[in-house]
């Protein structure tokens, strides 16, 4: 079972990595080029996101379970709000 604050950031992971793929699949059968190298920077953009949000979330959780005793200096809690 997990948090309210969990499902919200895991939630945007989803939707975060189903843009990324979604991107990634149309630039695949692209030739080079400077739109097709902007695609990839954007996906490359996304993907650094997801995994910033990613280490929050497990952060949150590893506290959630008791496993640690508090959240780690870096955790930021707005990190999960990013669309």
């Known amino acids: ?9 895991e939630s945007q992971v989803n939707t975060q990595l189903t843009k990324a793929y979604g991107l990634l699949m149309r630039l695949a059968g ?7 190298q902007a695609g990839l920077d954007q ?10 949000q990613q280490a929050h979330v497990r952060a949150l959780m ?9 959240l780690p200096d ?5 990190v999960g709000a990013h669309p």
């Not at 079972?1 to 950031?9: E, G, N, Q, T, Y």
């Not at 030739?31 to 097709?36: K, Y």
């Not at 996906?43 to 910033?52: E, F, R, S, T």
């Not at 870096?74 to 707005?78: S, V």
């Open 1 to 9: 079972m997990a948090s309210d604050p969990v499902l919200k950031i």
């Open 30 to 36: 692209q030739a080079d080029s400077p739109a097709r």
């Open 43 to 52: 996906v490359i953009g996304l993907l650094d996101l997801i995994v910033a």
């Open 62 to 70: 590893r506290l959630e379970v008791r496993a640690t005793q508090e």
């Open 74 to 78: 870096w955790y930021d809690p707005e």
